[in-house]
């Protein structure tokens, strides 16, 4: 999980904060004393992790961009200038593009907020932007929350008294929740010195950046192994009392077995083994042979380690954690059941490898009488809504097929509730009616309109008309062609 941390370098950081017995210290110094502090321990501990350091007053400035050496970061720090005013909104549209374009949206982030609580003043100050959040237009939105999954940690070089005489704690509260609330505020605790932010960024390191330690085991094989991102405990929604469910820091391998897609897994962790024994050798041969290794996180919770390589001579031993559960694949079947072939009364893949148990058939087979339309790739809703416009253009020859298409498609939007689709292919019918020739059959304009006004009414979500049993039927004309 990579970190940005962005730092305050506007006017108000360099307020003195005066120390007894010593000479006076700015709270930027405090603010990269601490930075350092959190630097030293992700180089101890994180060392595989990527982290980038930004600075912005009124302007943001990428000084150092996602990288492992964290001796370039302190370095960065230790030649930081000021700036002017305090312009937060701007820091994270720069968060937001410097994360997007190296790692995209999908990439979970850490974002370390280190500031001394002034929110600004005029326009571009934090009060303002929050205050104007519902006046924007889309060309003009608010860059939280990010459109990846974020942790955003606001560091404050302030302890909560002086935050509070005015209304900056409100407004960091607001910014923290409009990020999606998965995050903190971490404010200093007594006088502002140099003991006073060790213990605040260490409040954070003991938060998020504690390292996962667990023994992983197979046989009477034994590792000890560190996990990070440390993983995070989940909470299954179907239990009647849903409890967080954590990783077990005696994590068993449980088999092996081969793959070919493993870029599809949602989540991963990295590991790094302390011990270069079995890890390493575990690492090495899911890596030459191809394969993955199931593991036992916990009470029917599973995972699978595999090898991935981030560059074309390193490479990690990753973790995926499936959901929690006994069955969380289930082509696979029960986990529990997997076993040596040895062990079957029959090879189950035959003599030759001509068959194969998987996927495990469900013991019940489902009662479906009929396809379901599934639209999982826009290509497939096309094909659907053109099947619809050609049997409109071959009206009324094409009746009872043109209502057909049109009851499937109408069933399946009212399904989704996708009532906007209902709305748009009553438009393109209202078209395909405004565009039909000189010779075409009167009826056709007749039943282009009436499917166009049954699906508006369907939009609409109307009880009478958003039925899902309801079925739009010709319309009744005089025309002797007219199809019942």
């Known amino acids: 999980m990579p970190t940005v941390v962005l730092m305050d370098v506007s006017l108000s950081m360099t307020r003195p904060v005066s120390l007894d017995g010593s000479e006076e210290f700015q709270r930027k110094n405090l603010a990269v004393h601490g930075l350092n502090m959190l630097f030293e321990h992700m180089a101890s501990n994180y060392r595989l992790e990527f982290t980038t350091l930004m600075a912005f007053s009124s302007l943001w400035e990428l000084l150092v961009p996602f990288t492992r050496d964290y001796n370039a970061l302190q370095e960065a720090l230790s030649n930081l200038e000021d700036y002017d005013k305090t312009c937060i909104e701007s820091a994270l549209h720069g968060v937001s593009n410097v994360v997007q374009q190296e790692w995209g949206s999908a990439c979970p982030c850490q974002v370390v907020l280190v500031t001394d609580g002034s929110l600004g003043i005029g326009k571009g100050s934090l009060r303002h932007s929050l205050l104007t959040l519902k006046q924007r237009g889309d060309d003009k939105k608010f860059p939280l929350p990010f459109p990846f999954p974020t942790k ?60 996962f330690h667990a023994v992983l085991h197979c046989g009477n ?8 991102p440390r993983p995070e405990p989940i909470v299954v929604d179907e239990e009647v009392e849903p409890m967080p469910r954590t990783v077990s820091t005696e994590v068993d391998e449980v088999g092996t077995g081969t793959t070919d897609e493993l870029e599809e897994e949602p989540s991963a962790s990295q ?28 009470p029917e919770w599973y995972g699978m380690l595999y ?25 696979l079947g029960k986990i529990s059941h997997l076993g040596p072939i040895s062990e079957a009364a029959e090879n189950p893949y035959g003599e030759d490898d001509s068959k194969s148990p998987f996927p495990v058939q469900p013991p019940v087979k489902r009662s479906y009488a009929q396809n379901v339309t599934v639209w999982i790739k826009a290509s497939g809703l096309q094909t659907d809504v053109q099947k619809i416009l050609r049997n409109a253009r071959k009206l009324p020859d094409k009746t009872q097929t043109f209502y057909k298409e049109l009851n499937r498609l109408r069933k399946a939007a009212l399904a989704f509730g996708f009532w906007e689709l209902l709305k748009v292919v009553a438009d393109l019918l209202e078209r395909e009616c405004t565009l039909l020739p000189d010779s075409a059959h009167p009826d056709a304009a007749f039943q282009l309109s009436h499917a166009a006004q049954q699906l508006k009414l369907a939009s609409t979500g109307d009880s009478q008309h958003s039925a899902f049993d309801h079925n739009i039927v010709p319309m009744h004309t005089d025309f002797s062609n007219t199809e019942k």
């Not at 094989?221 to 990070?228: E, H, R, T």
């Not at 031993?317 to 959901?323: A, D, K, P, Q, Y």
């Open 152 to 211: 955003l940690f606001i560091m404050c070089i302030a302890n909560a008294e002086e935050l509070q005489m005015t209304d900056a704690m409100d407004n960091l509260e607001e910014l923290l929740r409009i990020s999606g609330g998965d995050g903190q505020i971490f404010t200093m605790e007594g006088p502002l010195c140099m003991k006073s932010v060790q213990a605040l960024f260490g409040r954070l390191i003991d938060h998020a950046y504690s390292p």
């Open 221 to 228: 094989l034994s590792s000890d192994v560190q996990v990070f």
């Open 271 to 298: 590991m790094a083994g302390k011990s270069p024994n079995f890890c390493v050798l575990l690492h090495g041969s899911l890596k030459v042979e191809g394969m993955v290794a199931l593991v036992q996180l916990g």
């Open 307 to 331: 090898s991935q390589a981030d560059s074309k001579k390193k490479s990690n031993l990753m973790m995926s954690l499936f959901e929690p559960g006994a069955e969380p694949l289930p082509w």
